[in-house]
């Protein structure tokens, strides 16, 4: 079993910055991909941005790419995700979820351990 909690999600003003964490625990492989999902009001769940225990290969969405920034700390088993120029449509709750052992980043059926998600507020 692997157990994710979110943590660092808030209220911020449009253009401001915020950074979430995903605390992991349990067991992992070294294969595996760790990514960060949300869903607004009203919308379906989407992958923001993922990224691989080894190598810190990563993804991101065109709609964060070159706001968002995904970071794994595997001594501390942590997966951060820092919000850059944020936006209002950035609004949602944010999920951290585990693909352990599968080889997507953004199949969502492959990820098989949720975190409780965070709320992330923009105010414009």
């Known amino acids: 079993q692997v157990q994710l909690v979110e943590s660092g999600g808030g209220l911020v003003q449009a253009g401001g910055s915020l950074s979430i964490s995903c605390a992991v625990s349990?067991?992992?492989?070294?294969?595996?991909?760790m990514g960060w999902f949300r869903q607004a009001p009203g919308k379906e769940r989407e992958v923001v941005a993922a990224i691989t225990w080894v190598g810190g290969r990563t993804y991101y969405s065109d709609s964060v790419k070159g706001r968002f920034i995904i970071s794994r700390d595997n001594a501390k088993n942590t997966v951060d995700l820092q919000m850059n120029s944020l936006k209002p449509e950035d609004t949602a709750v944010y999920y951290c979820a585990a693909n352990i052992g599968g080889l997507s980043f953004t199949r969502e059926r492959e990820f098989r351990y949720w975190g409780q998600g965070t709320q992330v507020t923009v105010s414009s």
């Open positions: 349990g067991r992992t492989f070294g294969s595996s991909i």
